[in-house]
């Protein structure tokens, strides 16, 4: 989000009708900031909103001329399937990225956002401000975004389909059951970011068929762990010296 800041005063003096809004918080939230704030830019064309609802996001996306989906130079990450940036797609709204990978050949292949340099602020603000200046542009890559949420590209339909977004944990069955029922019957159906584990019987029964989440490795960051019986919290002040296995009928080696 830090590069948002930096790209917002590159094209302050560009196009200074333009505005940029982050949603949302974090650990970070502080820090760009500062940044937008020693750059001379917070609440000028700069605003960060704070988190909102999960189901007010789509008519975010689906206000702005432009969603964005940035990272940190690392390679790496390039393979990522971040949420936001599906979201975007379905929502009918051009995507800016600044990174490489999958998700970059999909913007270029089929039109539906730009591809901005990671390492360079200025020439992908003169491209962000092209981009913003040309409507018919916008609307052609509106289209194309849209275009891939209706599940295929340039003609070519998908290998497979990911579900995920703002999916509230009380409605998530009853989403993913209209999403699922407008998918192919033959095409695997990805859920990403499941939660929890009584999460999967209703995904399951509502039609996904594989899903990751951070939640395992995160419950484990924070000393703990699922049996059958529900979450184990390892340090305890009862577990902390207990040397007994965690699940009794379980013959594993923890």
């Known amino acids: 989000v830090e590069y948002l800041a930096h790209l917002a005063a590159a094209t302050r003096s560009l196009m200074p009708e333009a505005r940029f809004l982050v949603v949302g918080s974090g650990k970070e939230w502080n820090k760009v900031r500062q940044t937008a704030h020693n ?3 917070l609440n000028q064309n700069f605003f960060m909103l704070g988190s909102l609802p999960k189901m007010a996001i789509p008519a975010v996306l689906a206000a702005a001329n432009i969603a964005t989906s940035l990272f940190i130079d690392l390679p790496e990450i ?4 971040a949420n936001k940036f599906f979201d975007a797609l379905a929502s009918g709204t051009p ?3 600044n ?3 999958w998700q970059a050949e999909l913007l270029e292949e089929s ?3 730009l591809v901005l340099e990671v390492q360079d602020v200025e020439q992908s603000a003169a491209r962000l401000v092209e981009a913003l200046e040309n409507p018919a542009w916008l609307a052609q890559a509106g289209k194309a975004a849209r275009d891939l949420a209706a599940l295929e590209v340039a003609g070519r339909p998908f290998d497979g389909f990911g579900i995920g977004g703002a999916l509230e944990k009380e409605n998530l069955g009853t989403i993913v059951s209209w999403v699922c029922s407008e998918l192919p019957v033959d095409k695997p159906r990805h859920l990403l970011g ?3 584990p009584d999460d999967f019987f209703a995904a399951i029964e509502a039609g996904a068929d594989t899903f990751d989440c951070v939640m395992p490795s995160r419950v484990a960051r924070n000393a703990a762990l699922y049996t059958p019986d529900g979450r184990f919290n390892v340090n305890t002040a009862a577990n902390r010296r207990a040397f007994r296995p965690i699940d009794e009928e379980c013959d594993c080696y923890t």
């Open 39 to 41: 750059l001379g830019v």
């Open 78 to 81: 390039w393979v990522n399937s």
């Open 95 to 97: 995507v800016a990225i």
């Open 99 to 101: 990174y490489r990978g």
């Open 111 to 113: 039109g539906a956002g």
């Open 194 to 196: 499941i939660s929890e």
